[in-house]
């Protein structure tokens, strides 16, 4: 329950500093980068592996509202066969998963020739260097500490898609 709070705080917060700066002079830059950003994510394929069900609906809101079209999975196998299936523009994969873990997921996808080019990023609670350093070892190109702002998500999504 309280995991499910600091996601959604960790969402209305990222909403909540959007709407912010509406009344001063920084909303022309507020909305410049956001809409920008919405246009270049449009149609833009997601995939979202996670064992938590409060952090796939956070990321699908979040991403679905730029225009992004989402597909989550509960762990690494079913990601497998939604990559072969979606062959989607970027994936977050969760570290700490039941069966396949996103480290073994990870490399499964960057040791296949048809994903390899597909940017991976690791979504972790934890913030240790052990861990950023064996995401960057089995192929991760960015690693989100959880919970994420909307703004994290979508840097590290404008960061790896040449769009």
Do not use: W
């Not at 500093?17 to 507020?30: M, R």
């Not at 979202?48 to 069900?53: E, F």
């Not at 979606?86 to 700490?96: A, E, G, L």
């Amino acid at each position: 329950m309280e995991s499910t709070t600091d996601e959604h705080g960790a969402a209305a917060g990222a909403a909540a500093d959007a709407g912010v700066p509406d009344d001063g002079a920084a909303s022309s830059a507020g909305s410049a980068t956001a809409r920008p950003g919405s246009a270049s994510l449009q149609g833009l394929k997601v995939l979202v592996i996670d064992d938590s069900k409060t952090i796939r609906r956070t990321a699908e809101t979040l991403l679905s509202k730029e225009g992004c079209e989402v597909f989550t999975a509960v762990d690494g196998f079913d990601a497998l066969a939604k990559i072969a299936d979606h062959q989607p523009d970027i994936v977050f994969v969760d570290i700490m998963m039941p069966r396949l873990d996103g480290y073994q997921t990870c490399a499964l996808i960057k040791h296949n020739k048809v994903f390899r080019s597909i940017p991976v990023i690791m979504l972790s609670s934890k913030d240790g260097l052990f861990d950023r350093a064996r995401g960057r070892i089995v192929g991760s190109e960015h690693y989100l500490t959880k919970p994420f702002t909307k703004d994290e998500l979508l840097g590290a999504i404008e960061s790896h898609i040449g769009r």
